[in-house]
């Protein structure tokens, strides 16, 4: 069982950034890969970066390709999205989620644990 505690979120002018983290509990966390997700209000969770399990592995949607990065410290069981040049359009409920595979994934269905999100909100 992984439980996992997003931070980070609040309240940004568009261009500026911040730096989401995720930090979970248990003690296999190097063995998960794992993603960030969002969701707008009135859209469905999307898949926004993935890692693998040592980071040597990542995928971004294109929307934010350039802009956001994943990465993560197993030694502090924690992931992180820093976000960059944020757009109004990035403004969403985001979400850490972890699978039991060393393999990224950008399916929601492939995540067997999720955070409980943080809000985004980037004004123009």
């Known amino acids: 069982q992984v439980q996992l505690v997003e931070s980070g979120g609040g309240v940004v002018q568009a261009g500026g950034s911040l730096r989401l983290s995720c930090a979970a509990s248990?003690?296999?966390?190097?063995?998960?890969?794992m993603g960030w997700f969002r969701q707008a209000p009135g859209k469905e969770r999307e898949f926004v970066a993935a890692i693998n399990w040592n980071g040597g592995i990542t995928y971004y949607a294109d929307s934010v390709k350039g802009r956001f990065t994943i990465s993560r410290d197993n030694a502090k069981n924690t992931v992180y999205l820093q976000m960059n040049s944020l757009k109004p359009e990035d403004t969403a409920v985001y979400y850490c989620?972890?699978?039991?595979?060393?393999?990224?994934?950008?399916?929601?269905?492939?995540?067997?644990?999720w955070g409980q999100g943080t809000q985004v909100a980037v004004s123009s």
């Open positions: 248990g003690r296999t966390f190097s063995s998960y890969a």
């Open positions: 989620a972890a699978r039991r595979t060393m393999v990224i994934a950008t399916i929601t269905d492939k995540y067997e644990y």
